[in-house]
């Protein structure tokens, strides 16, 4: 049977004392998909990947792994078809990049030849036999990218990978995570609290606010949410509005302005010839367009940090 | 065997055996001066006198030895973070087993290494016939069982808090509860202790004569209880110390 979603979570929920840091998640991240995870500061994004690799023990719910229901006995046998890099790196500063990824390497019983395969891909090559504890913050990041890659597992859940790494790396990381589905057919959960780049990775979305999913679709599906109107103002909106209603056409007012869907040019220019025969005087004719920011905004609160 | 096998990996350049040879180097050096040119009735009970000396200075600078071994090697995952993606591969059950199995057998090189220097200097000072070999084995075994519920106590605790002032903090305090405890009695029940219930040889000193008299221990109940309990006390230490482990989320 071939397996849909690699992830599927039921109601999965985190609770720490009285604060319920994710509530009822039901996540679902199909395969070949590189899943933006999307959500304020403190969301609840680093607990749900958490709970997702067992590191975190789930309060209520269930995750499924590749079709299969994990527990604490199967977990590790899950798991090893899945990288991961979970907040900040993991390594031993006193071993060169070169030994911390043998020892993981070791673990995950892959080829050796593994190690150079990932050290090229992330392009550690020269810091290879360098001590880790002398990398920069960059260099460690790739290295924890280079580590998750390790075995090139079926899944790489990534929690806001490009921390930490320069305008470059940060191009670099995209436009790897962009490739692992189609070169080397993973899929890729990555967690950001930056819309504009899980809008450069991803191809799907979930955006979480206060530990609640309150989107999940294709990004495409929440582009066109990003929908465009035209805005007029006039000195007299109520003959206006029902000018437009005779037309047939919805009419929505936020402030001065009244909202009608985008139109035809023609139609516009029909629409301004009427006010005038009307008298209504026309004050202005504008486009607008509905954001990402602003649907990342109205989905997650204004108060919350892009 | 994989993951104990890179325990060792792990320590490389940590300088975790340098550290152990070094305070072993002290207890050498002491030897080297202590028995330096011994008097007639010194050679004859030699042999005992070694295993007496053993004794008090493991009593003495052990426990710290036993602190600093397991938090060289927990630190080194808590400093790099390394719970949360060794955890995706092993189970902490696995992790912390490989971890406890590691510093026994550094334990048992460490001790291994300090009694056949000990014996060779036996040798070399000329002490009359061999070592008895029965008790020199069995002070190894409980030196190893007294020194192994130390070590599991205190990985327990270094691997549980990150910030390893806490595990050391604590073993000072327990090799000054060790030392403070050779003044008052000859066995107790306190982890700290289990060296000093683990003597096999005790002394009497002549203060007219200038003279020690070392005798093997007739152990009393309470004595080989305090024995027991050093076996007690691994079991307990590493359950509670695997248990800990396990519950904390990475």
């Not at chain 1, 070169?98 to 593994?114: A, M």
């Not at chain 2, 808090?161 to 405890?181: E, H, I």
């Amino acid at each position: 049977m071939a397996v849909t979603n690699l992830i599927e979570t039921t109601n999965l929920t985190k609770q720490y004392g009285k604060v319920r840091c994710v509530n009822a998640l039901n996540m679902k991240v199909p395969q070949g998909a590189v899943y933006g995870f999307l959500g304020p500061n403190g969301a609840g994004k680093s607990t749900t990947l958490k709970m997702i690799l067992g590191l975190a023990k789930p309060t209520d719910g269930s995750i499924t792994l590749f079709g299969i229901p994990a527990n604490e006995k199967n977990r590790i046998k899950l798991l090893a078809d899945t990288g991961s890099l979970i907040e900040s790196p993991s390594y031993y500063g006193h071993l060169t990049g070169e030994e911390n990824l043998h020892i993981l390497q070791t673990l995950k019983g892959c080829p050796k030849e593994n190690i150079d395969e990932v050290i090229n891909i992330v392009r550690l090559n020269e810091a290879r036999k360098k001590k880790v504890a002398h990398y920069s913050l960059g260099m460690k990041q790739r290295l924890g990218l280079a580590a998750a890659l390790l075995g090139f597992p079926k899944l790489l859940i990534l929690d806001e990978p490009t921390n930490g790494l320069d305008p470059a790396g940060i191009q670099e990381m995209r436009e790897l995570i962009c490739t692992l589905p189609s070169h080397y057919g993973i899929t890729v959960v990555v967690s950001s609290h930056l819309l504009s780049e899980i809008d450069q990775m991803a191809d799907h979305v979930g955006i979480i606010r206060h530990g609640e999913l309150v989107y999940q679709n294709t990004l495409e599906s929440l582009h066109s949410h990003a929908k465009q109107q035209i805005a007029l103002r006039t000195d007299q909106p109520a003959t206006t509005i029902s000018l437009l209603h005779q037309d047939g056409i919805e009419v929505s007012k936020e402030e001065d302005y009244l909202l009608i869907p985008m139109l035809e040019d023609e139609y516009v220019a029909h629409l301004c010839r009427k006010m005038i025969e009307h008298h209504i005087a026309l004050y202005r004719v504008e486009k607008r367009e509905k954001s990402l920011e602003d649907i990342f905004l109205s989905l997650t609160g204004k108060e919350s940090s892009l | 065997m994989k993951t104990l096998l890179l325990e060792f990996y792990k320590i490389k350049r940590r300088n975790v055996w340098l550290t152990m040879f070094a305070m072993l180097s002290v207890q050498l050096l002491w030897g080297l001066w202590a028995f330096r040119d011994p008097k007639d009735w010194e050679l004859q009970c030699g042999w005992m006198s070694l295993l007496y000396h053993l004794s008090l200075l493991d009593g003495i600078m052990v426990p710290t030895m036993m602190a600093v071994l397991a938090s060289r090697l927990a630190d080194i995952e808590h400093k790099g973070n390394t719970y949360k993606q060794l955890e995706t591969l092993r189970s902490a059950g696995s992790l912390y087993h490989a971890k406890a199995i590691c510093g026994c057998i550094i334990i048992m090189l460490l001790f291994a290494v300090q009694f056949v220097f000990f014996i060779l200097l036996g040798y070399a000072l000329g002490y009359e016939g061999n070592p008895d070999l029965k008790y020199y084995l069995l002070s190894y075994v409980l030196k190893i069982a007294s020194n192994l519920s130390l070590f599991l106590l205190q990985l327990a605790l270094s691997m549980f808090f990150a910030n390893q002032m806490v595990p050391l903090v604590a073993g000072l305090g327990g090799s000054m509860a060790a030392l403070l405890l050779m003044f008052v009695t000859t066995y107790s029940f306190l982890p700290w202790g289990g060296n000093l219930s683990a003597a096999l040889v005790m002394s009497e000193w002549d203060e007219t004569t200038r003279i020690s008299t070392y005798f093997y221990r007739a152990f009393s109940s309470v004595e080989t209880a305090a024995v027991v309990c050093i076996f007690v006390w691994i079991v307990v230490f590493y359950a509670a110390g695997r248990i800990l482990f396990t519950r904390r989320e990475a």
